[in-house]
Nanobody, 120 residues
Framework: QVQLVESGGGLVQAGGSLRLSCAASGSFFNINAMKWYRQAPGKQRELVATITNGDTTNYADSVKGRFTISRDNAKNTVYLQMNSLKPEDTAVYYC??????????????WGQGTQVTVSS
């Protein structure tokens, strides 16, 4: 069974940095796009960053220039380096990946979420 396991969340002061990791485990054929979403209390889940399997990246306007998404295909892992953190970045961060479990079957998978809290 495919799982996405996140790590790296925590409490940090405004202006600080955190690095989130999300590793895919289990049996699968290939991973396409990998994404990071976040959901703050009382708000809808929003897309933060995307990286394709060709390493093309896209970011929400609110994090451009501060966050960097990257992936290590050998480790089946996606990272989110978050710099210059602001209190408004406080949220639960979720990893998402579109994974081919066989050559003909693919599904969207989610991690369990990791809390990021930025204090002012």
């Amino acid at each position: 069974q495919v799982q996405l396991v996140e790590s790296g969340g925590g409490l940090v002061q405004a202006g600080g940095s955190l690095r989130l990791s999300c590793a895919a485990s289990g049996s699968f054929f290939n991973i396409n796009a990998m994404k990071w979403y976040r959901q703050a209390p009382g708000k809808q889940r929003e897309l933060v960053a995307t990286i394709t399997n060709g390493d093309t990246t896209n970011y929400a306007d609110s994090v451009k220039g501060r966050f960097t998404i990257s992936r290590d295909n050998a480790k089946n892992t996606v990272y989110l380096q978050m710099n210059s953190l602001k209190p408004e970045d406080t949220a639960v961060y979720y990893c998402n990946a579109f994974i081919w479990t066989t050559m003909r079957m693919a599904e969207n998978y989610w991690g369990q979420g990791t809390q990021v809290t930025v204090s002012s």
